[in-house]
């Protein structure tokens, strides 16, 4: 290997924060949540918002949804002849599993969505993966699967692996609707007293601040299927800890904070569509991510799928706690500045 080769360590920061309280039913306990990030002010407030949830019954957190997708692209010679394509293979699901589950042990097909723009023919392929995050292991799915289309149907032609239907990386609709990762919600309520003695604030000022900010503000912005203040800052710096690919941040980063007053106490939480983790795979092998791993609890032997789910769950318990503290920061007027001018900037 010459030196262009090499293959070097990219120092980033490192802190384990908490302890977490989770209430089940994907993860129960106390957990320290591993975050990497060049942004110091996020530890302290993912910290905060750790605290809160020691005192509450804990955070509720349910896996809603899981599948990895990849959609593949094929020509016909007419409108017509697609749609006609399209509509047989409908029936055909027996036969799509087939194929597609050939191509690994632990790919489980779930279903095929399709689009049709002119003659082209787009095939959303989706699968259950196990503990792995999925990238992979479904687009080589797809590849069996779209050999196996093209024996099929002799008459279309390949236009690519790949057709931006799927949709990896990008700020899109269809994965919120459709689904693309683990879909976890986390949720609990949260004390008056507590709020306003760890987060210096009332359960209806965050509630206000939640309509006003990221519900209207973010439909102002144009935002697509997204209410949130800050999710990709707590995903990025826990993708970072636990070797998965952060480039996942950018789809990672829709979804929708709720508040509400119930009661005189706060209902606070995160609904995130698309985390995409995986506790086995690429990046896995790092001393570090191993560890982090480790002491989440997602390397134990468990049916297939559930470590990556608690990794899931556990990602989105930072979300959780750092969305808290943030949007009870910007209900009081320079607490937020006032924070990074302390933790940031140097005399």
């Known amino acids: 290997m010459n030196d262009k080769e090499k293959i070097e360590q990219a120092m980033i920061p490192m802190r384990h924060i908490g302890p977490v309280k989770m209430a089940g039913p994907v993860a129960e306990g106390e957990f320290m949540l591993p975050l990497a990030t060049y942004e110091s002010p996020l530890w302290p407030s993912v910290g905060r918002g750790a605290r809160v949830s020691m005192q509450t019954a804990g955070l509720r957190a349910i896996v809603t949804d899981d599948r990895m997708s990849r959609s593949v692209l094929v020509q016909a010679a007419s409108a017509e002849e697609a749609f006609r394509v399209a509509s047989d293979l409908q029936g055909r699901r027996a036969e799509i599993a087939a194929a597609a ?22 095939l959303r392929l989706e699968m259950q993966t196990g503990d792995a995050s999925g990238h992979n292991m479904v687009t080589n799915a797809a590849e ?17 692996i790949s057709a931006n239907y799927c949709t990896d990386k990008k700020a899109t609709a269809v994965n919120g609707i459709l689904g693309r990762g683990r879909s976890v919600i986390c949720e609990t309520v949260i004390p008056r007293n507590v709020c ?103 390397l134990e032997k468990r049916p297939a799928g559930e470590n990556a789910r608690r990794l899931a769950v556990l990602a989105a318990a930072s979300v959780w706690c750092g969305e808290l503290s943030l949007m009870a920061a910007l209900t009081n007027p320079g607490e937020l500045m006032a924070a990074h001018r302390k933790l940031e900037r140097r005399k």
């Open 101 to 122: 589950e050939a191509s690994s042990r632990f790919a489980k097909f779930l279903d095929l969505h399709h689009q049709i723009v002119g003659n082209l023919l787009y």
């Open 144 to 160: 069996s699967f779209l050999n196996w289309v093209l024996q099929q149907y002799p008459q279309l032609k390949y236009v690519s």
């Open 196 to 298: 306003e003695k760890l987060l210096r604030t009332t359960p209806k000022a965050v509630a206000d601040l939640n309509l006003k900010k990221n519900l209207i503000g973010t439909s102002l912005a144009g935002g697509i299927r997204s209410a949130n203040a800050h999710f990709a800052n707590m995903l990025l710096a826990f993708y970072l800890a636990t070797g998965q690919d952060a480039a996942n941040i950018i789809e990672g980063s829709q979804g929708y904070t709720l508040a509400e007053a119930q009661n005189g106490d706060l209902y606070f939480s995160v609904t995130i569509p698309n985390i995409i983790v995986g506790s086995v795979g690429n990046g896995k092998d790092i001393e570090f991510v191993r560890n982090n791993l480790a002491e989440l609890g997602c």
